[in-house]
C-alpha cells in the first residue's frame, strides 16, 4: 500500500493524497492517475459502517450525554477518514493500473 503499483518499491504520494509525476524507483509514469471520487465513496461506506454503531453504543449503551457521544463520534469519524484516504486511493489507483483502466474513447466502441 502506498507503493507503486508497477516495482512495489518507489512511494507513489508526494505529500498526503498528491500523486508523484512518475515512480522514484522504476521511472513509471504516474501523470495519468486519477482515481476520481472512487477512494472518498469507499471511505464514506466504512467510516460509516464503524460511527454508527459507535454512537448507537455510546449513547444507548454507555448512556453518554449526547454532546459527548456526538462529539467523540465526530472526532473519530474526522480521524479515521483522514487516515483511511491515502490507503484507499492509493489502493484503487493501484488496481486501474493493473487492469489499465482509462477513458473510454470512440475506438473502443467500433
Ligand atoms: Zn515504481
Given at each position: 500500500?502506498?507503493r507503486c503499483?508497477e516495482c512495489g518499491n518507489g512511494?507513489?504520494?508526494?505529500?498526503?493524497?498528491?500523486?508523484?509525476?512518475?515512480c522514484?524507483v522504476c521511472?513509471a509514469?504516474?501523470?495519468?492517475?486519477?482515481?476520481?471520487?472512487?477512494?472518498?465513496?469507499?471511505?464514506?461506506?466504512?467510516?460509516?459502517?464503524?460511527?454508527?454503531?459507535?454512537?448507537?453504543?455510546?449513547?444507548?449503551?454507555?448512556?453518554?450525554?449526547?454532546?459527548?457521544?456526538?462529539?467523540?463520534?465526530?472526532?473519530?469519524?474526522?480521524?479515521?477518514?483522514?487516515?483511511?484516504?491515502?490507503?484507499?486511493?492509493?489502493?484503487?489507483?493501484?488496481?486501474?493500473?493493473?487492469?489499465?483502466?482509462?477513458?473510454?474513447?470512440?475506438?473502443?466502441?467500433?
Amino acid at each position: 500500500m502506498l507503493r507503486c503499483p508497477e516495482c512495489g518499491n518507489g512511494a507513489v504520494f508526494n505529500g498526503y493524497l498528491r500523486f508523484r509525476d512518475t515512480c522514484a524507483v522504476c521511472g513509471a509514469n504516474f501523470k495519468a492517475a486519477d482515481a476520481g471520487d472512487g477512494p472518498a465513496v469507499f471511505v464514506i461506506l466504512v467510516v460509516g459502517a464503524i460511527v454508527a454503531p459507535l454512537l448507537i453504543i455510546l449513547q444507548v449503551g454507555l448512556n453518554l450525554a449526547d454532546w459527548l457521544a456526538l462529539t467523540i463520534t465526530m472526532v473519530t469519524a474526522i480521524v479515521l477518514c483522514i487516515a483511511f484516504l491515502p490507503p484507499f486511493k492509493s489502493t484503487l489507483f493501484a488496481l486501474q493500473w493493473k487492469h489499465k483502466a482509462r477513458e473510454a474513447t470512440h475506438e473502443d466502441v467500433e
